[in-house]
């Protein structure tokens, strides 16, 4: 889930120079690591905080199980970045702050988001660059922090590319959903596949084109769903790499989904590609649970 404000800071009168990396001095990261995992600890806004050099990840209490979250955040932004941002500059325009709240109420007021969510992401985005990267997160169950800090940090990283405007909101969920541990996504295509065995999947006009979320738990489970399954279908059927699957989101966000179904796959209407997609989910799921009971 994401906040994002879309913001013409410009009109405001307002310029910021990009942030250089932190010389994080205090805790430096063994030589020969390829991503930079030093650390400082500081004061911020009346926060404890470990400020890296993408992130600042403010807490209360001890420090001792933040510390292992500074190179899962560092490792996990630039793997996301590798893989999605073809266009990415080495630098941030600022800093990415994560808050951990020890408690669903202290999260329900400090991210101004509903008790019962884990995570939120809060941007600030226009004229081509993010003015504000922060990430709100539930922190009573450790075990669930990993995969929803991955999801909520893909919003951030695909800011970077849609910076001039907002990324459609079924793909910004979807590949964020595409983002998460394989076992997240076996729960979901089970779901997914109950759901059509009841007819009751989401057309892919209507889940495409949905600028919000939807209020309606089970459609709501449906639309994050469903956009995950779409971001794979294009990727392992059709086989789009990550930034031909971009190219076709900006398609989506500026010509609709029926041109840009037309125009990224030549001979493919956006009738047989969801009579594809439907067919491929059903015979997804009994791959995945194969490979998983593989494992046991």
């Excluded at 199980?65 to 600022?94: M, Y």
């Excluded at 840009?260 to 799921?285: D, H, M, Q, Y």
Aim: with cysteine; hydrophobic share 35%; proline share 6%.
């Amino acid at each position: 889930m994401r906040n994002l404000t879309f913001w013409l800071a410009g009109l405001f009168g307002l310029a910021a120079l990009p942030v250089s990396p932190a010389s994080a001095d205090h805790h430096v990261c063994p030589d020969g690591r390829k991503v930079c995992c030093c650390f400082k600890e500081v004061r911020h806004k009346g926060w404890k905080a470990l400020e890296s050099n993408r992130f600042r990840i403010h807490f209360s209490g001890s420090s001792d199980t933040v510390v292992p979250l500074v190179t899962f955040c560092e490792e996990t932004c630039e793997s996301l970045r590798s893989r999605w941002i073809a266009d990415r500059r080495p630098g941030w325009s600022c800093k990415c702050d994560i808050y951990l709240y020890p408690t669903a109420k202290s999260f329900e007021k400090g991210a101004k988001a509903p008790a019962e969510m884990w995570g939120v992401a809060d941007l600030e985005i226009g004229q081509g660059r993010v003015w504000k990267r922060g990430l709100h997160m539930r922190a009573d169950t450790p075990e669930k922090l990993p995969a929803v800090l991955t999801h909520e940090m893909t919003h951030v990283v695909l800011a970077e590319h849609f910076c001039q405007r907002p990324i459609p909101r079924w793909a910004d969920e979807g590949i964020a959903v595409f983002s998460e541990p394989p076992e997240r996504q076996q729960r979901m295509v089970s779901f997914l596949k109950d759901e059509a065995a009841m007819k009751r999947l989401l057309p892919l006009r209507q889940m495409t084109g949905t600028a919000y979320s939807p209020r309606d738990e089970r459609e709501n489970d449906l639309f994050y769903g469903e956009s995950g399954a779409v971001i794979e279908f294009l990727t392992t059927h059709h086989k789009l790499t990550e930034q031909d699957v971009l190219v076709f989101v900006g398609l989506c966000g500026d010509q609709g989904w029926d041109k840009a179904i037309t125009k990224t796959l030549p001979g493919v209407t956006p009738a047989t590609f969801e009579s594809e997609w439907r067919t491929w989910l059903a015979n997804r799921e009994e791959t995945l649970v194969t490979q998983v009971d593989e494992k046991r």
